[in-house]
């Protein structure tokens, strides 16, 4: 099982701590794409190592497919983020996000929607419980 450890949670608090000055500054409404540039940055700034649509790839059952998906984010090489800027986003959406870590191994990912009024209502902590071993990739 993949295990949530200080480091993870030191990372997300970073995340989150510049998403909600991003907010701040910034507010509801931009392109989602808006938000991934300068969130990315900010966290750079942060002194973390950050990669912009990280292209996701895996072998399931003898089949290979290389850019099966695409992660907003990825920080330190250990939380997956996605950004949404939406009223609200789908059910499916964190299930999207604990694909990705399973995938990638992964124990912890938010998801983040700056497109709410209070950037607090659209955070979604993501943890991955499941077995990484099922999986090859």
């Known amino acids: 099982m993949a295990e949530i450890g200080d480091a993870q949670n030191r990372i997300a608090r970073e995340i989150l701590d510049a998403a909600f000055d991003v907010h701040r500054a910034l507010g509801p409404g931009l392109l989602e794409s808006v938000y991934e540039a300068i969130l990315a940055r900010d966290l750079e700034r942060r002194g973390l190592h950050v990669i912009r649509q990280k292209p996701i790839s895996f072998d399931y059952d003898g ?59 659209g955070i979604c902590r993501i943890a991955n419980s499941f077995d990484v071993n099922r999986f090859d990739s």
């Open 63 to 121: 089949l290979h497919f290389s850019d099966a998906g695409r992660i907003d984010l990825l920080v330190e090489s250990q939380i997956v983020v996605e950004l949404k800027s939406v009223e609200r986003f789908a059910p499916v959406r964190p299930k999207q996000v604990l694909t990705y870590l399973r995938l990638l191994k992964l124990p912890l990912g938010l998801l983040i929607n700056f497109g709410m009024p209070m950037l607090k209502d």
